[in-house]
């Protein structure tokens, strides 16, 4: 059955970064992947996509020109770089395979998702 692993969380002072990694089963079934964060307290918020085939990316605004997603189609595995994080990144981040065949103008919303995994951005 489908899986979707996340890794690469920790703790990190602001300004820092990191890379979450996520392993995906049946990788090639899916034309969009996304990446999401759900803040304490807070509604899950998309924060990037990524089209399988073709690379084709998306960011919302409020990571644009400090994240930056890629994939490697050969290793199943979608990355979020995540460059000068900031206290308000801090969340769960969790991958999810779309049913989306686009990824442009919004991060499509997840019909499988991963575990999550844990950033926290505090000095």
């Known amino acids: 059955q489908l899986q979707l692993v996340e890794s690469g969380g920790g703790l990190v002072q602001p300004g820092g970064s990191l890379r979450l990694s996520c392993a995906i089963s049946?990788?090639?079934?899916?034309?969009?992947i996304s990446w999401f964060r759900q803040a304490p307290g807070k509604e899950r918020e998309g924060v990037s996509c990524?089209?399988?085939?073709?690379?084709?990316?998306y960011y919302a605004a409020f990571v644009k020109g400090r994240f930056t997603i890629s994939r490697d189609n050969a290793k199943n595995t979608v990355y979020l770089q995540m460059n000068n994080l900031k206290p308000e990144d801090t969340g769960v981040y969790y991958c999810a395979a779309t049913r989306a065949r686009y990824c442009a103008g919004t991060v499509p919303t997840g019909n499988y998702w991963g575990q999550g995994t844990q950033v926290t951005v505090s000095s």
């Open positions: 990524i089209r399988v085939n073709d690379g084709t990316r």
């Open positions: 049946r990788y090639l079934d899916f034309y969009v």
